[in-house]
């Protein structure tokens, strides 16, 4: 068997970065600053590789998650309410610049993180689906044990024919969350709400299961599209306490063969981590 390689994984959604020592699908150390969401990437990833200066020359390869679309390593946002930052960033070539090494991979978030939950989580072996409800909605489908790539699985960036302007996650994710609690609690954020709805709060509690129904309805449509063994749920509003089993309840009552298998992420907010470190150790 090969010898295990030490991938530097970094996992940049529309609220965090996360940065990651991986050795197969053990993350060895961890650090986390606040995605600043506008501006210059290219400021940011170097504070971040600041930060992790300490790492340098103990890693083998780099691996990249971010939320947006990453065509021939250029980064670009598809919902600019989640991350307003230019089209088509040279992602990879500024990470290879870096880090010092031209082994680097870049990859959408939801998709890295599909990849974790299929290879080391709750998908094992199975077609499946992964969703993450959080900043956004993103998704990624792996079929036959291959990850499907490009657009595929941006569920979050669905349109409906009643508000063709609007996506499917500017009323269901995190953003829509915090934007709807603003009139009952200033300032609140996603994680305030589900604290006040644990409360008792009814404000709250209707908040929350708007957004589980629409999650409900879109799994009831992916098993539909794909039929896939299970479909993988994580992201902070997907794994907040009471949401799965809000979207179980709202499909109790369909017929047992259209109903889908909603499981929790195994590999909680280390999946895209996990998932893109697999990936660059592979493609390298
Ligand atoms: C958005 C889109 C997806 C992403 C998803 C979840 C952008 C910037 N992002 O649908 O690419 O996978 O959000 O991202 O258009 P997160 O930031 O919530 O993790």
């Not at 501006?39 to 992790?52: K, S, T, Y």
């Not at 040279?90 to 082994?103: C, F, K, M």
């Not at 957004?211 to 539909?224: E, P, V, Y």
């Not at 992420?265 to 280390?270: N, R």
């Amino acid at each position: 068997m090969a010898p295990s390689q030490t991938i530097l994984a970094l996992d940049i959604g529309g609220t965090k970065m996360l940065a990651a020592m991986v050795r197969d699908a053990a993350v060895l150390e961890t650090r986390r600053m606040p995605t600043p969401r506008s501006g210059d990437p290219r400021q940011w990833l170097g504070a971040l590789f600041e930060a992790i200066g300490d790492w340098k020359g103990r890693y083998d390869a780099v691996g990249v998650a971010v939320t947006g679309i990453v065509d021939d390593g250029r980064w670009s946002p598809l919902n600019r309410r989640t991350l307003d930052i230019p089209d088509r960033f040279p992602l990879v070539a500024t990470v290879a610049e870096l880090a010092g090494t031209d082994r680097v991979l870049a990859a959408n978030d939801a998709q890295a993180a599909a990849w974790g939950e299929y290879a080391f989580g709750a998908g094992q072996g199975h077609d499946m689906v992964f969703l993450t409800i959080s900043t956004g909605i993103g998704g990624g489908i792996v079929v036959n044990g291959r990850l499907l790539g490009g657009l595929a699985g941006h569920f979050g960036q669905f349109r409906s024919l009643i508000e063709p302007d609007r996506t499917l996650e500017d009323g269901v994710s995190g953003n829509w969350v915090a934007t709807e609690a603003a009139s009952h609690l200033k300032g609140a954020t996603a994680r305030d709400v589900f604290a006040a709805a644990a409360d008792g709060q009814s404000w709250a509690q209707a908040i929350v299961t708007a957004s589980a129904r629409q999650t409900a309805l879109l799994c009831s449509n992916i098993q539909l599209a794909l039929d896939p063994a299970c479909i993988v749920i994580g992201g902070g509003i997907g794994l907040a306490p009471g949401y799965l089993e809000s979207v179980r309840q709202m499909h109790e009552g369909q017929p047992p063969r259209l109903a889908p298998r909603v499981v929790a992420a195994a590999l909680g907010e280390t999946a895209g981590a996990v998932g893109i470190a697999d990936l660059a150790k592979r493609q390298n």
